[in-house]
T-cell receptor
């Protein structure tokens, strides 16, 4: 049973650049959520995708955008990178309509903005 | 704004002891409660979830939920050095959105 996968593992960018992170959900899952986790903090919800639509969004600026593909995989795009965007970006998958909607996390992408 | 509070620690316990991790939440309508373990530099790993008041046991782990007092706790029996990690509490509200709000986590150190 394939778990959640993310790529790349690490990424270094400079301010102002754009970045795309990728996620494939756990087998059988159809919902993908993205989180940002700064050092020493809990994950902060960015947005959630279901049926190729953004279903919910957290308190993040429009520089953060995403997409979900028909195979349920997803991308997170961040434009005009700021130093403060340096963090661990986590993708979590779940099954919509479940009683619990338990989320399972991928290994994360460590983004460093210089 | 929904808040989930955890003592950041570190909580230090000797090997073989019971580690008790606590979490309080502000939204009285919260529905589902999760505990994740996160090793340094890794992603969160689900340990267990609980929905109903009372205790839920899974191996060495016991989750305790008290909705009236708005707290959830995680007990780790027979703590091992390999349990040393940050433990994240996550809470989802009622209403179907199922987007969990995470606490900042409690760092647990189990020393031999």
């Amino acid at each position: 049973d394939a778990g959640v996968t993310q790529s790349p593992t690490h990424l270094i960018k400079t301010r102002g650049q754009q970045v795309t992170l990728r996620c494939s959900p756990k087998s059988g899952h159809d919902t993908v959520s993205w989180y940002q986790q700064a050092l020493g903090q809990g994950p902060q919800f960015i947005f959630q995708y279901y049926e190729e639509e953004e279903r919910q969004r957290g308190n993040f600026p429009d520089r953060f955008s995403g997409h979900q593909f028909p195979n349920y995989s997803s991308e997170l795009n961040v434009n005009a990178l700021l130093l403060g965007d340096s963090a661990l970006y986590l993708c979590a998958s779940s099954l919509a309509g479940g009683a619990t909607d338990t989320q399972y996390f991928g290994p994360g992408t460590r983004l460093t903005v210089l | 704004q929904k808040e989930v509070e955890q003592n950041s620690g570190p909580l230090s316990v000797p090997e073989g002891a019971i580690a008790s991790l606590n979490c309080t939440y502000s939204d009285r309508g919260s529905q589902s409660f999760f505990w994740y373990r996160q090793y340094s530099g890794k992603s969160p790993e689900l340990i267990m979830f609980i929905y109903s008041n009372g205790d839920k046991e899974d191996g060495r782990f016991t989750a305790q939920l008290n909705k009236a007092s708005q707290y959830v706790s995680l007990l780790i029996r027979d703590s091992q050095p390999s349990d040393s990690a940050t433990y994240l509490c996550a809470v989802t509200a009622a209403g179907g959105s199922y987007i969990p709000t995470f606490g900042r986590g409690t760092s647990l150190i189990v020393h031999p």
